[in-house]
Every structure is written in structure tokens, then in C-alpha cells.
């Protein structure tokens, strides 16, 4: 690896060990083999640092976090982009695997109980360029096709850390279900899903996959069903049909597959769930339903990315569809990178993780990093000691229960100026 600049880069190995990096461009065959002026090495930060720093150009980013080699005068634009361009999205994926192997997926917050975590999807916009709207595709409405390309992804989440575990991205003709397929489970855990992830072959898969791999889900109004057995009160087993077009496709799946469904009360309307843990006695009917609340903290995961992370931007930077990619990883890297800092910060003061504000700590974090390379070299391990020091300011009052926030859409406004239509394309 290059001899990294005293004071810039190499002050961010307090964070993220050099040796991932390495590891993660030789596996994808990016590392840098001439010397140039923005290495791959640099460019990894680089991409990540688009995302720490979301309101500054990238000429401004390369500046702030000193990203060139022996002092060197600052490489021009187009070097950066050039250095973007050869690094592709591979290495930061790879990377991102990981520190999320290295950081959330082995350190559990609660060591002696099953880890709780949430799947589902986000989409992110991308610029309107020609080659972001053939690749990565939009939406469709009766008004014709979305104003921005879009790029999709799926996510794993610790609901009790709101640490990433893991992703999968895809552009916006992949399904939620396809993308969840390629996720690693987690064993020891319960997974919560919404109802668009109901498929046998998914959720059997799921389970399958390793050790208590449990998951639990809303059950659909429509759901075909046989009670096999009653395990209590508003509790039941059940048998349920596997479509025949799954079979098809998997000629191993059964005909038939049994899950637990338990219904609850929720403002005197009957709710219902199904799981795959049916041990009546070690899962508990209303402790599972109160279980399903937390499905709501990858929303507040996604939340904190979009709004505080990428501060309200609701369209990322890149015109091509693999550097649009490329980004994403980034932001992906950049909030698990943040969330590490904060679990340390929670353990310092003795809170749960989730107690941290998100927003506040950023803005520390953040703050602390500008200074690098303005900074005697070694600084960065003192500034991590004073943000540990500082995390008490950080810490949320506990949450309030029983609070309702219905969902409501706000009345659009017309303005005076018709809407862009996009060309019809023979």
C-alpha cells in the first residue's frame, strides 16, 4: 500500500483498519498498482467521504480529508473523478461486508437473548442522465414514468443498535423479495418482516439457513389457511398451501408448510401474526405481538441515512449507473461507520445504543474529522476519546410508549409551471 500523508488519511485508520481496505480492493482487483496522485486506497475514503461530508463539491471533500500523497499540491476534479471511475462499486461493497462481519454481526447488544432485527427496502433517487434511466430504470404512474432513475436496496438491520448487518442493491426492476434472497441471516435471531416479504420458499429458506433462525411477520387478510392445532387463546398452528407456481420453480418444496399464528387487539381491531417460532411456552403469544413494534426501527434506520446522514438530499450526485452504485455503498459505509462510533459512545455512558442521538453524534463525528488534517499527526485517537468523553450530551431521554402517529399525506400544491414530461422514445 502507498505511504499514506502524516495529518490526512492515515489519521482515519483510527477508524477503519487500512488492512480491510486493502483486502477488500485486492479481492476485487483494484488496487492500485502505479503511484498516483488519488490512489484506490484514497479513493475508498474518498467515496466514503462524499457521503460524510453530503453538502460539499467533491473537489471540497478531497481537500477537507487531505486525500493526496506526500504533500502533494490537490489533484484537479477530473482526477478525482478519473480515480472514482477505476475503483468501480465492488471494492466498497466488499468492504462494507466487511465491517459489518467485523463490528454489528458479532457483537450482539444483548448477549443472552435471541437478536432481534428488521428486513425491508429503501430506494434511493439518482440524477436524470441518459445512461441512469436506461440501466438502473423508475417507477411508472398514469402520468408517466417517474422524474428520477432510481436505484433499490434491501437491508438487514439490529433493531436494538440500528447497526446495518447487511445489504443487497439492484436497480429499481428488482423486487424487494429478490434482492432479500441474497441477504446473510443471522442464527440466534428473529427476523421481522413486513407482508410483501410472504413467500414460502423465501421464508422457509429463511429459516433453514442456520441456527434458530426464527422470523415473524403480519398475516395477510386473505390468508389461506387450516388450523392443525390450538396452543392457547387467539394462538394456533396452521397449515398453509405452497402455490403451485413455487413449486414449479422449486420442485423440493413441500405441498403444504406449518408457521404459528397468534391475534391480537390493536384499538378493537383484531390483528394477526405469523411466525415461525411455535414453541408456545419459551414465546410467549403477547410478547411476540409486542415484538413486532420494533419492525419500526429500520423505518428510523432508513430515517437517520436519508435525513441526517445525507441531510435531506433527496437525490444523490452520480450520473453513471456504477458510480451511482458506487455512492450508495458509501452512504451505506459511511452510516455504519458512524453507528460503530456511537455503540462505543453508548457503552462509554452506559445507555442503549438507540440513545445516542444520531443527528447530534454525526455532527461531532463529523466536526472531529474536518480537523484532521489540520491536526498534529496522532490527533484522531485523542478527538475519539473527547467524543467519548462528550457522549452524555448525546444521550436521548427515554422513549415514551403508547404514542400514535397515523400516517397522513400532505395536500400537494400546483404550482404555476407544468410538470417536465419526459421525450416518448420510438
Known amino acids: 500500500m ?64 487531505a486525500l493526496t500523497l506526500e504533500g502533494k499540491e490537490l489533484p484537479v476534479p477530473s482526477a478525482s473523478v478519473q480515480a472514482r471511475q477505476r475503483l468501480g462499486a465492488e471494492p466498497l461493497e466488499h468492504l462494507f461486508g466487511l465491517l459489518t462481519q467485523a463490528w454489528g454481526r458479532v457483537h450482539p447488544v444483548h448477549e443472552e437473548t435471541l437478536r432481534v432485527l428488521a428486513v425491508d427496502g429503501v430506494v434511493w433517487s439518482a440524477p436524470d442522465s441518459t445512461d441512469n434511466r436506461q440501466v438502473l430504470g423508475s417507477g411508472q404512474t398514469q402520468y408517466g414514468p417517474q422524474p428520477w432513475p432510481m436505484v433499490r436496496a434491501v437491508c438487514l438491520l439490529d433493531t436494538d443498535s440500528h447497526e446495518l448487518l447487511d445489504a443487497k442493491l439492484g436497480d429499481y426492476s428488482c423486487g424487494e423479495l429478490t434482492l432479500a434472497a441474497g441477504l446473510r441471516g443471522l442464527d440466534h435471531s428473529i427476523t421481522l418482516f413486513d407482508r410483501a416479504y410472504f413467500s414460502s420458499a423465501f421464508l422457509l429458506d429463511w429459516q433453514q439457513g442456520g441456527a434458530e ?87 428510523l434506520g432508513f430515517r437517520e441515512i436519508k435525513q441526517s446522514l445525507q441531510q435531506g438530499h433527496s437525490v444523490l450526485r452520480s450520473r453513471q449507473p456504477e458510480l451511482v452504485m458506487q ?18 459512545m453508548a457503552q462509554h455512558v452506559q445507555v442503549e445504543p438507540v440513545r445516542i442521538s444520531f443527528h447530534t453524534a454525526r ?64
Not at 398452528?237 to 403444504?256: F, K, Y
Not at 455512492?327 to 462505543?344: K, S
Not at 395536500?411 to 420510438?426: D, E, F, L, N
Open 2 to 65: 502507498a505511504d499514506l500523508p502524516a495529518g490526512g488519511v492515515s489519521e482515519l485508520s483510527a477508524l477503519i483498519d487500512p488492512a480491510w481496505i486493502e483486502q477488500a480492493l485486492c479481492a476485487t482487483g483494484k488496487a492500485s498498482i502505479r503511484r498516483r496522485k488519488l490512489p484506490a486506497e484514497h479513493a475508498v475514503w474518498l467515496v466514503i467521504g462524499l457521503a460524510l461530508f453530503r453538502q460539499m463539491p467533491l473537489w471540497q471533500v478531497v481537500q477537507e480529508m
Open 327 to 344: 455512492e450508495v455503498w458509501g452512504v451505506l459505509i459511511a452510516h455504519t461507520l458512524l453507528r460503530r462510533c456511537m455503540r462505543l
Open 213 to 299: 433462525r426464527h422470523w415473524l411477520m403480519r398475516a395477510r387478510d386473505n390468508l389461506r389457511h387450516e388450523v392443525v392445532q390450538t396452543l392457547g387463546e387467539d394462538d394456533w398452528l396452521i397449515r398453509m398451501p405452497v402455490s403451485q407456481r413455487a413449486r414449479q420453480l422449486r420442485a423440493e418444496l413441500p405441498s403444504h408448510w406449518q408457521a404459528r399464528m397468534i391475534q391480537t387487539q390493536v384499538d378493537g381491531k383484531p390483528r394477526r401474526f405469523i411466525t415461525s417460532m411455535l414453541d408456545a411456552q419459551r414465546f410467549a403469544a403477547p410478547q411476540l405481538a409486542q415484538l413486532y413494534r420494533q419492525r419500526w426501527e429500520i423505518e
Open 363 to 426: 455532527h461531532a463525528i463529523v466536526g472531529a474529522l474536518r480537523s484532521v488534517h489540520l491536526a498534529r499527526v496522532g490527533v484522531v485517537p485523542q478527538h475519539l476519546q473527547w467524543l467519548m468523553d462528550e457522549a452524555r450530551h448525546f444521550v436521548l431521554p427515554p422513549r415514551r410508549h403508547g404514542r400514535s402517529f397515523p400516517r397522513e399525506v400532505k395536500r400537494s400544491t400546483r404550482g404555476k409551471y407544468p410538470p417536465k414530461k419526459m421525450p416518448v422514445r420510438a
